[in-house]
C-alpha cells in the first residue's frame, strides 16, 4: 500500500469516528454548530451568487445530510464557500493540506464537491471548493479553531502536502487539467476554463502571460490563486496505456513472425556461406559410366534383372548361376566349360594358418582376397560350377585360414580368409591380415589376386592397405566387383567407373576390372576366360 494509500485509509477511519460521535451528540452540540455556522462568511462579490447558503441546512436539510453523508457530518460546519474575482471557487485535495487550511480536512472534501441546496431546500448544482474568510491577515476556514484531536499527526500532513505538492509519484490525487490524469478531471477543468472565458476573465489571460506565481510559493500556500494555477503546476504525468491482452490476440502475431524472421535471416547472412559438401552417396550418383562400361553391363546382363527377362534371353532360370550357361540349351546339365582349366575338378588339398604351413609352390596360383563376407568362397564355387567344394555361409568370418584348391595339373586357386568385420576375436583377425598381407607379398607362384570387391559398398580403406601392400611388392591383382545381382545395372557401372578413376594411376593393377555374381551366374565367363589365359601362360 502506498503512502498515500495508507494516509487516505486512516484519515477515512478517523473521520467516521467523528461521525459516530456527532451522530450521538447532534442534539448536545447543535448549540456549538450553531455558534460555528454564526462565524460564516457569506459574501457576494461583483454581483454574482456567492456559495451556497449554508444556513439554509442547519435546520432539516442539515440533519439530513448528517444521516446521509458520512464523514462530511461533523466537519459540514467548517466548510467555507467563496468566490473571487467572479470566479467559482474551486477546492479540490490541495486546497485542504495547508498547514491554514488543512487541518480537520475530511473524506467527503477529498472529492472536491458537495451538494448544494437552494433557498427552496432542493438540490440546485454542484460546485466545488468551499468558502474562505480572511481573518487577521491570515486565509481562515474555521478547521483550525476546532478543538477535536487534530486528524492528521504532522507528519502525515508532510506527506500529504508532499503528495499535493505533487512530490509524489501516485498519479490517483493528482489532477492534470487539459494535459493528462484522469478523464474526469480534465473534462472538468475544461468545463471551469470554458466559463471562466466567457465571463471575462483576465486572470487566465495574465496567468497566460505571466508565470511569476510558480516563484511566489506563499502566495500559492495561502490558497489565493485558483486552482487552474495548482492544477497547471503538476508535475507531467506519462499517460498509461493499459493493453488488454487477449488469448486469441493475434494482432502482433504477423510483427512478431517478422522480427523472427528478419533475426534468422541476419544470423544466416552472418554466418560463411558454407560450399555444400556431397554425401558419399551423391558423389556416387553422380558419376557418368563410359559407354563402354555401359554396353558390357547390358551385354553380359549384370546387375539386377527379373526372371522374366532372363527368361526372354533363353537362360534356363532352374539351374544354378543360370547366366553362366549357354542360351536355349535345353541339356539340364553342366554346360561344358570353354576353358579347360576350369572343367578340371577342384579340389582342397591344403590349409595353412601360418606361413610356415604353406604348401610348396608347384602350380600357378590365383588368390582371391576381399573383406570377409565379399563372396571369395562363393566365386571359387561359381568358376568351376562346382558347388560346395568351398565352404561358404553369410556369417563373415567363415574362412580362417588359408584354402589351397588345386583344378586339375595346371592351376591352383586359394581361398584367402576375409579381412575387417567378422565375428571373430581381434587377435585371430590380425592374425588373418597378417597371414594374408604375407602370402600376397611373398608368395612364389602367385600369379594373380582377384582382389573382390562388394559392388554395393565399394571399396574400404582396407582394401586400400591390401592395394599398398601389392603395389609395394608387384603384385599382380585384380579387381573383381562380386553380388553385382543386388543393384541396378546403373550402378554396376558406376561403381566400376569409380574403382578404375581410382586406381588409375596404380602399377600392379590388371586391366579390366571384372564383375561378377556368383548367384546369377553373370560375369564368371568373362572372369574365366582372364584367368584360364594365366593358367595357359603361366611357368613355375
Ligand atoms: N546375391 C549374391 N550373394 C552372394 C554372391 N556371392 C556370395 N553371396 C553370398 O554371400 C555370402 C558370403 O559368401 P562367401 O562366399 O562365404 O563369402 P566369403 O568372402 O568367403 O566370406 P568369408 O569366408 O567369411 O571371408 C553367402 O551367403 C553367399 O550366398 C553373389 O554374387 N550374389
Ligand atoms: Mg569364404
Known sequence: MSTEASLMLKLKKRSRVLVSISRN????RKRDENSFDSDRVYDRENGLKKGVNFKGRESGEERWALRTRKGENSLNKNRVYGRENGFKKR???NGLESSEEGRGGESGEKRGKFRTLGSDGRKKKKIYGKEEKVENGKLWNGVGESKNKPLLTKWEEQQLKQLVEGKTDDHRTM???????????KTRHFTHE??????GSSFIKKNDQDKTWLKNKDKDKAGSY????I???QPKKKKKTIRIEYPNDI????????LCIKGIKEEKKKEPEEEPVMSKNAQFRAIQPSPSILSFVENNMLGKRRLIELKRAGYNIELSAPLDNIPFSKSSERERIEENAFRNKMEFFAAANVSSSF???????????????????SLLNALTRQWGVARTSDRPGLTQTINFFKLGKKLSLVDLPGYGFAYAKDEVKENWEELVKEYVSTRVGLKRVCLLVDTKWGMKPRDHELIELMERSKTNYQIVLTKTDVVFPIDVARRAMQIEERLLGNQSIVQPLMMVSSKSGAGIRSLRTVLANIARFAKI
Open 25 to 28: 451528540s447532534v442534539r448536545s
Open 91 to 93: 477546492e479540490n485535495f
Open 175 to 185: 489532477w492534470g487539467p487539459g494535459k493528462k490524469g484522469n478523464v474526469g478531471s
Open 194 to 199: 470554458m466559463k471562466d472565458k466567457k465571463e
Open 226 to 229: 485558483d486552482n487552474t494555477e
Open 231 to 233: 492544477l497547471a503546476d
Open 251 to 258: 494482432s502482433k502475431k504477423r510483427a512478431d513472425d517478422d
Open 359 to 377: 604348401p610348396p609352390p608347384n602350380l600357378p596360383e590365383i588368390a582371391f582376397a576381399g573383406r570377409s563376407n565379399v563372396g571369395k568362397s
